[in-house]
């Protein structure tokens, strides 16, 4: 959501609280929260019952699920409504069936741009958005890899190292809107010259 | 209204009948009753049936289409609630969201206003301009999951071919988003607040507890200043959880394991994010991805000062008012009523 300040400019409001809780509280029941179309890799992967530890990163990488999401839908404004028609690729996501989400997700890269169309405003971002993909693809495949080697090495949280990589993403590429995020990221970091 | 409780008797074409109390929790279905063994059973059961009111039904009586108002609390800079109440006007025709389900939370979200704010003057309360037109059409969204419209016959277009025309259809389409924007404008002049109505799980951590203390942090740290929603009113109705059936027929060990209560939440109205586009949708897409970076775990990691966290529950500040008033993570196991942090 967005919300119009005193000065004119648009602010991105995170909204929607109501499933959120504290870290290290202890939770009393094995839900799977979140919305199933932008889900990490690894939370879809192998189904919901799955008890699989909710980390941080799992929530970035299902902001970069609902950047492409919101970068290729197009939206057609009809008197007093607004009309959003999502390619025909995102079906997927929005199926019960949990594994065509996955592979969809997968393939992202590939056809991020390709089997649909990305409106003109946002073709600008157009590689980035596939830089944010298949970083997340690829960490998916070293983790599947890691348990495909027998780990069962639970996994730490780590956001100071998930921001420091987007850092390096996007800092590796001079497309526009790269500048701003990668200043915006390495203040949120407080690691200047991470980079 | 939007909200109920559903209840319904089932029966087979024999003698035998069941009762399923159907609730946002799940279902309880009685053993099974004998229409001629258990004739006394049954028609003192039609009795009762016939004497229940709308609210044994699973109506709501304070959300009412009719009545269209209801009385909240103000949500307090500490997190909790104050003790007066204030009226909160709802719009079930201005509709923002709806997640329909027997089960869960079953979320809606609707306009609503209070006739105390500046924006628009009372003549304007309750009511959508002219340009919004009149009802649940003001500003409507349609997702069209399947759309052969708009996106089909350009399939196979590449990000070039598309890039061309673009600016042919500039024009007529920024004429439209124009008026759409100014509909919504209108909508949000009138009714500059949400009521959000939901069945939230009571082991949670409630809404508007978190929203006020992120409010609190917003206040020192730019990226979350502006970037979480305004918290106003809000209330739960204890009356309408889903522990009082079960409590009766003592059919939990665990009284706080999924039981859910109607609660009810006013916050100030944002837009829906998809309005934005080009440069405007990038940077307040990455505000809030930078504002979801402070909602982290505080201890383990350096790049988050304390100050800048979400509290672990055990280090929560008793001046934030756990103590103060009866909350629904006490009664979890670890958790001791009235602990020092």
Redesign the interface.
């Known amino acids: 959501m967005y919300n119009i300040s005193p000065a004119g400019k648009a602010e991105g409001v995170l909204n929607d609280y109501d499933l959120a809780s504290w870290d290290k509280f202890p939770t009393t029941n094995s839900d799977r929260t979140g919305t199933v179309p932008f889900m990490a890799l690894d939370l879809l992967h192998g189904g919901l019952d799955q008890q699989i530890p909710r980390l941080y990163r799992h929530d970035a990488e299902s902001f970069v699920w609902v950047l492409a999401y919101l970068t290729a839908i197009a939206i057609e404004y009809k008197g007093h409504s607004v009309k959003i028609s999502r390619p025909p690729y995102f079906n997927l996501w929005f199926k019960d069936d949990l594994q065509p989400n996955y592979t969809s997700k997968l393939a992202l890269y590939i056809n991020y741009g390709r089997a649909f169309r990305i409106p003109g405003y946002h073709a600008q971002y157009l590689t980035t958005v596939r830089k944010l993909i298949n970083h997340w693809v690829e960490l998916d495949n070293s983790l599947f890899d890691m348990k495909a080697a027998g780990s069962t090495e639970p996994e730490t949280d780590d956001p100071k190292g998930i921001l420091e990589g987007l850092i390096k993403l996007v800092g590796a590429d001079s497309q526009k809107g790269f500048a701003k995020v990668q200043a915006l990221l390495l203040e949120a970091v407080e690691v200047p010259g991470v980079v | 209204m939007l909200l109920w409780s559903s209840r319904n008797l089932r029966s087979l074409p024999d003698d035998s009948l069941w009762i399923s109390w159907v609730d946002r929790e799940g279902v309880i279905v009685s053993t099974r009753i004998g229409l001629f063994e258990d004739l006394p059973l049954v028609l003192v059961l039609l009795l009762v049936l016939q004497r229940f009111g709308c609210r044994q039904w699973g109506d709501i009586p304070e959300l009412t289409s009719e009545k269209r108002s209801i009385l909240l609390h103000s949500v307090t800079d500490d997190g909790t609630l104050g003790t007066e109440e204030v009226n909160v006007e709802f719009h079930p025709e201005d509709k923002v969201h709806s997640g329909w389900s027997l089960f869960g939370?079953a979320?809606t979200v609707i306009g609503a206003s209070t006739g105390m704010k500046g924006n628009g003057g009372p003549a304007e309360e309750g009511r959508i301009g002219a340009?919004?037109?009149v009802g649940g059409?003001?500003?409507?969204?349609?997702?069209?999951?399947?759309?052969e419209?708009?996106?089909?016959d350009?399939?196979n277009?590449?990000?070039r071919d598309?890039?061309r025309g673009?600016?042919e259809e500039q024009s007529s389409?920024d004429q439209?988003?124009d008026?759409?924007r100014r509909?919504r404008d209108d909508i949000i002049k009138a009714h500059d607040l949400v009521l959000?109505i939901?069945w939230?799980?009571t082991?949670?951590?409630r809404?508007w507890e978190?929203?006020t203390y992120?409010q609190t942090l917003g206040k020192t740290d730019k990226?979350i200043r502006?970037?979480?929603?305004e918290v106003k009113y809000a209330r739960d109705f204890d009356r309408y959880s889903t522990r009082h059936i079960r409590d009766f027929l003592n059919l939990q060990d665990?009284k706080?394991?999924?039981t859910r209560t109607l609660?009810l939440?006013v916050m100030?109205r944002?837009?829906?994010?998809?309005?934005?586009?080009?440069?405007?949708?990038?940077?307040?897409?990455?505000?809030?991805?930078?504002?979801?970076?402070?909602?982290?775990?505080?201890d383990?990691?350096?790049?988050?000062g304390s100050v800048r966290s979400?509290?672990?529950?055990?280090q929560?500040n008793p001046s934030w008012g756990y103590q103060s008033q009866q909350s629904d993570v006490q009664h979890?196991?670890?958790w001791k009523s009235g602990g020092s942090p």
């Open positions: 939370r979320t340009r919004g037109g059409d003001a500003a409507e969204t349609m997702v069209d999951g399947d759309s419209g708009l996106e089909t350009e399939t277009l590449s990000p598309t890039a673009e600016g389409l439209a988003r008026a759409y509909a959000k939901y939230a799980e082991w949670r951590i809404e978190i929203m992120a990226f502006g970037h979480v929603p665990n706080q394991a999924g609660r939440v100030n944002l837009r829906p994010i998809h309005d934005l586009r080009g440069e405007q949708l990038w940077d307040a897409f990455w505000e809030c991805f930078t504002c979801r970076c402070f909602f982290v775990q505080p383990d990691h350096p790049l988050i979400l509290p672990a529950l055990g929560w979890l196991p670890g």
